[in-house]
């Protein structure tokens, strides 16, 4: 189980937003590459990076923010916003970027899903970002009327390494992940399912330390560890005992 600390970029600082509204935007470190080395020194062993502003542009717009990031950490950096292009992914993967993850495109041109993971086996993730389990676009701001279960379906066979699935009404706002909805998804697809969205406090961590949660990847959380709300070190060791206790 993985707990994958979360940057997320706005004008070329680490940001946090409540249920995707860019209006609630609050500033956590001027220094997203900084930020990004922190989180290594602490013990975390993944990156997940979104450039909000691409997300909204259907292009990276923080390039030199991600390119700093990877000067500074060591650790594997999945990044998402505004990658709509096997010549997107290219270019980053070129870069040092571990995993590229696709929203928009995997709503409006699947094929595109598709044709990455061919070319890049093992290099693409796909966002879920959903109200309701409906599927939302162009950086939250569109819901499609496709269900999150049925589009993940969708891409059952295509060799996507992993799912993040977030629950739109809970991000940012610390009430807590949304197992339902999240192990209702996990149980209906073989691939690889990471939750995001509402982490706020130890009680989410232990909860991924049940024995119904083992069939995710990890979970995403940012504001949670930009608020000291959970104890990093114990939240890591906790994790790391439940993965020890597995081999």
Not at 5 to 22: H, T
Not at 145 to 151: F, Y
Not at 180 to 209: H, Y
Request: hydrophobic share 45%.
């Amino acid at each position: 189980m993985i707990l994958y600390p979360a940057i997320d970029l706005k004008n070329g600082k680490c940001v946090r937003l409540k249920k995707g509204d860019m209006s609630t935007a609050i500033v956590y470190h001027h220094d997203p590459a900084l930020q990004a080395k922190k989180f290594q020194d602490q013990g975390f062993e993944w990156l997940h990076v979104v450039d909000l502003d691409g997300a909204f542009a259907g292009k990276t717009m923080n390039t030199s923010a991600v390119e700093e990031i990877l000067q500074q950490t060591i650790n594997p950096v999945q990044l998402g916003g505004g990658l709509r292009s096997c010549a997107h992914v290219e270019n980053w993967l070129i870069k040092g970027i571990a995993r590229v993850v696709f929203g928009t495109i995997a709503v409006r041109n699947p094929k595109v899903v598709h044709e990455a993971c061919r070319l890049f086996p093992g290099k693409i993730a796909v966002s879920l970002d959903a109200r309701n389990g409906m599927v939302a676009v162009e950086g939250w701001a569109q819901t499609s009327s496709l269900h999150a279960i049925e589009l993940s379906q969708r891409f059952e066979d295509a060799g996507v390494a992993a799912i993040i699935y977030t629950d739109i009404e809970r991000d940012g706002i610390l009430s807590g992940i949304n197992w339902d909805a999240t192990l209702e998804l996990a149980k209906k697809i073989n691939i690889p399912v990471i939750a995001s969205g509402g982490l706020g406090s130890f009680k989410d961590i232990q909860r991924m330390t049940m024995s119904d949660i083992n069939i995710l990847n990890g979970v995403i959380t940012g504001r949670a560890l930009y608020e000291k709300r959970i104890n990093i070190k114990q939240a890591l060791s906790t994790l790391r005992s439940l993965k020890e206790n597995k081999v």
